[in-house]
């Protein structure tokens, strides 16, 4: 029902690549507003392949601890959000992210077991919904790394 309202109000999913497992349990949580595709082998790509699956997404939703950098986000003119899946940004060049317009967040440390980081990867999902303007915190997704991309969306303005 809902990706038909969403179609109905002329809006599209967007491409998002997951970086890691997936439970079924976030596709789902993922699944009204983007299209997801999952990429549990990512550890061996290198950073051709990398850029290449990257190309053309809206988000990156990343419990590998990814490296973006500059040279990276120069030839992604579309990503819009990089949520992490745990509380480390290392890797991330957060004031070439910022230039870009491109919203950051991770999440908070939980336990190293099943419930810990089912906890942090729908956080992580409500952080991605949040920064494309959707669900219940729409424009402000918790633990945003550059706050001062706040309300890209124009509502607080």
């Known amino acids: 029902m809902t990706a038909v309202r969403l179609s109905l109000a002329g809006l599209r999913h967007h491409p998002v690549l997951l970086a890691g497992v997936a439970s079924a349990e976030l596709v789902a949580r ?4 983007f299209d997801v595709e999952v990429a549990a082998d990512i550890e061996t790509w290198d950073p051709e392949e990398l850029r290449t699956r990257l190309a053309g997404k809206s988000a990156l939703l990343d419990a590998c601890g990814i490296a973006v950098e500059a040279q990276l986000l120069a030839t ?3 990503l819009k959000a990089i949520c992490r899946i745990g509380s480390s940004a290392a890797g991330l060049d957060l004031d070439a992210c910022t230039r870009a317009g491109i919203i950051v967040t991770n999440t908070f440390d939980a336990a190293d077991d099943e419930a810990g980081h089912r906890n942090m990867s729908l956080t992580a999902a409500d ?4 920064a494309f303007g959707f669900g219940r915190h729409a424009g402000h997704p918790t633990n945003m790394l550059n706050p001062e991309l706040r309300c890209v969306l124009g509502c607080c303005l």
Do not use: E, K, T, Y
């Not at 952080?127 to 949040?130: S, T």
């Open 76 to 78: 992604l003119p579309h």
């Open 30 to 33: 993922l699944a009204p507003f």
């Open 127 to 130: 952080n991605l919904i949040a």
